[in-house]
């Protein structure tokens, strides 16, 4: 056994974690996949700091979904994933949500559609009713709704008809109805057709190179309604002992019977749900050696309109897990993140109280082109401390092809201006991953989630009154705000604290001696919140024994006045006999500190200093005095102070380079020491503290630095300049549209061709059921793209440009009336093609035309690319070519780079008249992705986030030397939405105004360098 004092055996492997601990992209399938495109991507993850996949089938899939050859390419990757020392995981559904296996499970078994429990009023016969009516219901004398037949609706007024109504088809369920769950047919039929198709075929990878199996977003949603069947009516019964269709007008009107019908609804919901889906999934994972994961719709909480408890969900999850998305997490306003600290702190906690050792999340994508490097960091920053520890990065596009570009517009690959840079944030993310999995985190307070108390009010989602503003719908909202508050403001003061399922706490929960034990956590304090309305019978017995072996509740509210959602005195009588064990604090702040009082938090400030509101930290006890803390700042405000921490002495792992160093710290007398924290925005701290006073490595030496060093700049453009020719005509059989966008022409040209929108727009194809649709002669179309070079352009920079098309090979294709040859020239995405104009362009006016017939399922009309070494001068309408500029220092746009997405290399050369050990270089004004640096030719780093400062620790002879800066853009420049901020789903594009807007009225990325670069070299001694 090592002494406490040395470093901890795990600490030789944190400069270069293993893949496990390493980012697992989701891997999206969009188009036709090959092994070639399979073969590069891979590459790709492994040379940029991955640890493997997620394999996700995804809308605008081509290939058939679990045919044979889709196992055959499966395979294929898991081959490859070995050969480059990387892990392959199971996506188990073509797209989302999880259980209808692209339509297969449906088309199997069609006793598997999903119904929902609806009701309307009608006056008098209602002969256009849709679905089963399974009750009706008219007023009585005494105004209480009295049951009638259904076949003797009134004549002079209004009944409740209350229907079971099967779900309609949906696109984005392969054009088939949705399934249900809650019936044990349905998982039945998913599992033999995706989990047992799998296991034929790769079993022997199972728990080595494929561990996990991802589930995504399943639910019992059931739209305008409430999921049921005729198996949920006579389980209700048999739960309950009454129908639930006597009672159904409960569910959609407040009633006084509302909110225990409401509450056995959803307590036989969540039993069929648990039985039939979430519990079979979870026993064919143990049983064949991987882990369930995924997530479900926890971020709705405390709504149960899509699960009834998301942490009872985890529950059944090998490896639990939530998703955070960048337009989910908002740096600048803490408040609006707080419903995701919630849900990090639900499915940590669950992991903890259940002993899993990972915790997954569906993390940093989904927020548009724009999002960089410095929009992950803070998002994995912040997922880390509150207990993920398993990054899976959404989305990697095989393909940017057609819509798959407004597929939540965002990817982790060769089609973003900074992939070639994402080791940085990836090796960060391993080395964070790598040293919270260490130890453990022990938290002693217990804080329960009111989850059954929405049970009570839950309404019909959709259709149903005015569902934002019901009563039951604005009780929730009030309840979600109350636990959001009192969450935000135990963390704000470092409270270590974990959640409290109440079906959890049924299965898992114990009072020993005074203090709670869930699983394999116990807790020294019960924290019920405001707004709890609900017990559940198991919990109230629970308190019941807590509170007579000598335990302590703190409220934040009276006692629940619902037991099973039915009036109960109980928990009131209960609060009653232990006045001085159950207190009440109606304020939050009140509430929060005697939480601190009776529970002091481990981390504190030092005297005449504050903890930083925001702070986010968490701590791992690695056992004989050694403790883990990892602090981060994931917002946009500095935070400094001094804190008090156990130990003696600290060691600094920098999560940059995966170096060790000791840190400085000053002794206490109370055995503990004091350091300094400083954080810039997204900023973060890994520090492990040790019980001897003598780090065993030593701190490093200060610098001696010189004055900074005068430089001799030059530019250059990296690759060829690029105008986005979005806007043209359209011509379909004798129709023209002048002035369309790229987008609508798109949408335009299938439903003239009988579709009601892009087929492959958020919507799978079941088997090859599109791409065999075939069109009759004389069907297609004729796409001009118009663009005007300037008079000014020379005949050198003319015969240098190049033409970008989409899918070239499905066209004919001219410019000015000249056809061109397509060749097989791959650019940018494995279906886009260069095009040679040779001596068809010209100055002034041109015209690009692609013209199908007949029409042809993978006709996606999307915007043509002009490339070459020009400007962009802003025109009225886009912009016009002209002449190139030399970068430089400043704005992109200053030089014509408007559109442009990729590098501009800032070249700078400086003389060294003595020897240093290094050099510092600090870009104090930039904009753009990332900054690539090298020296003298060698890699020295990157660049992607405050302080905006790269130390380069090697000896440099006098004489010249060359720094490199290369400056990425972004490729939101290069295909938009330029029009429109808005989620960045395709509505962004198809809403892209008419005619086409000035340029200088588009939506850039901002990119440059705007004040030349500080180099300062130093001596380390």
Partial sequence: ???????????????????????????????????????????????????????HPRTGLVTDYLSDEWFELWGHALAESKRLGLECHIYDENSYPSGFAGGHVYTRNPFTLAHSLKARWVDGPAEDISGETVACFRSGEDGRLERCPPGRLRQDGKTLVVTLEPSPPRAFCAYYPPVDLTLPQTTRTFLETTHHAYARRFREAFGSS??????????????????????????????????????????????????YVRHDYTFTLNRLWTENFLRPVHDWCEQNGLQFTGHFWEHMWPDPGHQPSAMYAYRWMQAPGIDLLAFQFFPEDRPRTHIMLLSCKEVASVARQLGRERVLCETTGGGGYHRTPAD????????????????????????????????????????????????????????????LTRGEEINRVLLLQPTTTAWLHRTAREDWEDRDNSPGRQRIKALRQAQETLVAALTDQQVDFDLGDELILE????????????????????????????????????????????????????????????????????????????????????????????????????????????????RRDLGEGRTLHFFANPWTEPMETRLLLEGRSLVRLDTMDGSLAGLASEAQDNGGQCARLALPPLGHELWLSLPDDRSPVPQPPTPRKDPPLAVDWSFQRVVPNQLTLEYGHLEIAGRRWEGIHAAQANVRAWQEHGHPSDPWQFAIQFRQTIVERTYPKGSGLRMEYPFTVDESVTDKALAGFTLGVERARLYSITLNGTPLEKGQQRWWDEDMSLLSP???IRRGANLLVLEISPFHPLCELQPAYLRGDFSLRPAPHGFVVAPAHDPGFGDWRSFGLHLYPW??????????????????????????????????????????????????????????????????????????????????????????????PAGDAYRHFPAGITRPPVMTPFRSS
């Fill in 1 to 55: 056994m090592s002494s406490p004092s040395a470093l901890p055996a795990w600490s030789t492997g944190f400069a270069d974690p293993p893949a496990s601990h390493r980012p697992m992209p989701f891997f999206v399938w969009n188009g036709e996949v090959s092994r070639r495109r399979i073969t590069e991507v891979l590459e790709q993850y492994a040379a940029r700091g991955c640890g493997g996949c997620f394999i």
């Fill in 210 to 259: 494929i561990k996990y199996c991802f589930t995504d977003e399943p639910n019992v949603g059931g739209r305008g309604g409430f999921r049921a069947s005729h198996h949920l009516l006579a389980e209700f019964f048999r739960d309950h002992g009454y129908r639930l269709e006597d009672q159904s007008p409960a569910l959609f009107l407040d009633t006084a019977e509302s909110p």
């Fill in 376 to 435: 992950f960091k803070p998002l994995t920053d912040f997922c880390q401390t509150y207990g993920i520890n398993l990054i899976n990065p959404h989305l990697s596009h095989q393909s940017l092809s057609g819509t798959r570009k407004y597929d939540w517009a965002h990817t982790f690959s060769d089609h973003s201006s900074w992939w070639e840079d994402y080791k940085a944030e990836a090796d960060h993310e391993a080395r964070v991953t790598w040293a």
């Fill in 507 to 618: 299965e898992f929960g114990q009072a020993v001696e005074g203090r709670l034990q869930v699983g394999r956590r116990t807790y020294d304090l019960l924290v019920l919140p405001a707004g709890m309305e609900n017990l559940l019978p198991s919990t109230l017995a629970l308190l019941e024994r807590h509170l007579s072996g000598g335990g302590r509740i703190l409220a934040g509210g009276p006692p629940p006045a619902h037991v099973s959602g039915r009036i109960d005195s109980r928990p009131t009588a209960l609060a009653e006999r232990h006045l001085s064990a159950w207190k009440v604090y109606p304020k939050v702040h009140d509430l929060v500190d005697t939480v601190v009082e009776a529970v002091p938090p481990r981390l504190r400030a030092s005297a005449g200093h504050t903890l930083p509101p925001g702070l986010c930290w968490t």
């Fill in 838 to 840: 040779a001596g068809a």
């Fill in 903 to 996: 590098s501009v290399a800032y070249h700078g050369r400086f003389h060294l008249p003595e020897q240093r050990d290094g050099l510092t270089v600090e870009v104090p004004e930039w904009s753009g992705s990332t900054l690539r640096l090298s020296l003298d030719g060698i890699d020295a780093g990157v660049i992607a986030w405050p302080p905006h400062r790269l130390t380069i620790r090697r000896q440099l002879e006098p004489g010249q030397h060359h720094l490199q800066i290369l400056l990425r853009g972004n490729v939101r420049n290069a295909v938009g939405p330029y029009h429109s901020d808005g989620h960045p789903l395709a509505p962004s594009w198809i809403g892209s105004p008419v005619p086409q």
